[in-house]
């Protein structure tokens, strides 16, 4: 079992930035792949991005390839979404996940609890 906490949400103007992390507790953090999820008030949950365990394979929404980028720190047990160019449809609570492989399959079954991010105008 993966214990997951998010963390570094909050307010920010449109063009800003802001860098999620998640820290990780339970299995080994280098042997799963990890994703970024989020979910806007009355929508589903929808993917964001997802890194395997190494970090050397990264995937992307469309919708934010490009201002996005996410990466890990396999010594600090910690993933991160590094959200550029922000615009107020990112706003949502961003919850991050852990796959249940080494590469990005899709099979998420460890979640956090979510983090805000309100993206003003």
């Known amino acids: 079992q993966v214990q997951l906490v998010e963390s570094g949400g909050g307010l920010v103007q449109a063009g800003g930035s802001l860098r999620l992390s998640c820290a990780a507790s339970?299995?080994?953090?280098?042997?799963?792949?990890m994703g970024w999820f989020r979910q806007a008030p009355g929508k589903e949950r929808e993917f964001v991005a997802a890194?395997?365990?190494?970090?050397?394979?990264?995937y992307y929404a469309d919708s934010v390839k490009g201002r996005f980028t996410i990466s890990r720190d396999n010594a600090k047990n910690t993933v991160y979404l590094q959200m550029n160019s922000l615009k107020p449809e990112d706003t949502a609570v961003y919850y991050c996940?852990?796959?249940?492989?080494?590469?990005?399959?899709?099979?998420?079954?460890?979640w956090g609890q979510g983090t805000q991010v309100t993206v003003s105008s």
């Open positions: 996940a852990a796959d249940g492989s080494y590469y990005y399959t899709g099979n998420f079954g460890s």
């Open positions: 339970g299995r080994t953090f280098s042997s799963y792949a």
């Open positions: 890194i395997s365990w190494s970090g050397g394979s990264t």
